[in-house]
């Protein structure tokens, strides 16, 4: 079936593919189980994300824009968990509270006080993940290694968060050796924190590994990837 110029059958042969490799790789994971498949679903058409739902077991989201989240939010399937994945501005943030699950970009202090602030004041608590730049990259966002799990541990002076882990964003283009090394290094840090964190009950969450880094992510550990382009194609911005 075409639904909005995507082959459904295209995209079953996708997640067939994805989960099969992603199952291959957790065999290797030093968590012992798959991360859960989180499908990165800028630019897809709500009609393709809800098929997907139905038809193919897809359970969690990630959009990566506030205003393409509220544009298809009301129409998503009510089951999806809906996470946030982008980057995200201060003055935003009061549209995802309520509506996201995870808020996977938390990199600056004035952020996490603003996503707590609105959590109490709607009265429940926001789980997040720190941003981490695995690579110290100049123009990417994220907190640098150095500094992730004492800033991490300075969010609990936030009641109205929780924080649940780590998110990374590999340097696009590198090679499998170069994922493999900052994958490793974000999962020290998230073992380091998990560590800290064994009076906690509830399970530390990894972020890490898009569609040409998932497997090495899986490999070293990750327990949520986010995969866009490998389950529905190359973005297009035409539509
Ligand atoms: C788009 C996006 C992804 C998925 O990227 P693909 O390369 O298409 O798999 C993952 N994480 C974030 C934060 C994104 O914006």
Same mark, same amino acid.
């Given at each position: @079936? %075409?639904?909005?110029?995507? /082959?459904?059958?295209?995209?079953?042969?996708? !997640?067939?593919?994805?989960? $099969?490799?992603?199952?291959?790789?957790?065999? &290797?994971?030093?968590?012992?189980?798959? +991360? %859960?498949?989180?499908?990165?679903?800028? =630019?897809? +058409?709500?009609?393709?994300i809800n098929y997907?739902?139905?038809?193919?077991?897809?359970?969690?989201?990630?959009?990566?824009?506030?205003?393409?989240? @509220?544009? &298809?939010?009301?129409?998503?399937?009510?089951?999806?968990?809906?996470? !946030?994945?982008?980057?995200?501005?201060?003055?935003?943030? &009061?549209?995802?509270?309520?509506? =996201?699950?995870?808020?996977?970009?938390?990199?600056?202090?004035?952020?996490?006080?603003?996503?707590?602030?609105?959590?109490?004041?709607?009265?429940?608590? *926001?789980?997040?993940?720190?941003?981490?730049?695995?690579?110290?990259?100049?123009?990417?966002?994220?907190?640098? +290694?150095?500094?992730?799990?004492? #800033?991490?541990?300075?969010?609990?002076? #936030?009641?109205?968060?929780?924080?649940?882990?780590? @998110?990374?964003?590999? +340097?696009?283009?590198?090679?499998?050796?170069?994922?493999? &090394?900052? #994958?490793?290094? =974000?999962?020290?840090? #998230?073992? /380091? !924190?998990?560590?800290?964190?064994?009076?906690n009950i509830i399970?530390?969450?990894?972020?890490?590994? @898009? $569609? /040409?880094?998932?497997?090495?992510? *899986?490999?070293?550990?990750?327990?949520?990837?986010?995969?866009?382009?490998?389950?529905?194609?190359?973005?297009?911005?035409? %539509?």
């Amino acid at each position: @079936m %075409i639904i909005k110029g995507y /082959d459904t059958d295209e995209i079953k042969e996708n !997640f067939d593919k994805v989960r $099969s490799l992603i199952s291959e790789a957790a065999a &290797k994971s030093p968590n012992g189980k798959p +991360p %859960i498949l989180l499908a990165a679903t800028k =630019t897809v +058409p709500v009609e393709v994300i809800n098929y997907a739902a139905e038809h193919f077991g897809l359970t969690d989201i990630g959009e990566n824009r506030v205003q393409e989240l @509220m544009e &298809k939010y009301d129409s998503l399937d009510p089951r999806l968990r809906v996470h !946030f994945i982008g980057n995200l501005q201060k003055n935003k943030v &009061k549209y995802l509270i309520g509506r =996201t699950v995870l808020i996977h970009s938390v990199d600056n202090t004035a952020l996490a006080a603003e996503i707590s602030r609105r959590s109490l004041a709607t009265g429940i608590v *926001t789980d997040v993940l720190v941003e981490v730049n695995i690579a110290d990259e100049a123009s990417k966002s994220g907190v640098s +290694p150095n500094e992730a799990l004492a #800033f991490a541990e300075s969010l609990s002076q #936030f009641e109205g968060i929780r924080v649940r882990g780590f @998110m990374t964003m590999a +340097p696009a283009g590198s090679s499998d050796e170069e994922y493999h &090394k900052y #994958f490793k290094k =974000t999962y020290r840090i #998230f073992i /380091d !924190f998990s560590a800290k964190k064994s009076d906690n009950i509830i399970e530390p969450v990894l972020s890490m590994g @898009m $569609s /040409d880094s998932f497997i090495a992510a *899986t490999e070293e550990g990750s327990t949520i990837v986010r995969i866009g382009t490998a389950l529905f194609g190359k973005r297009r911005y035409d %539509i």
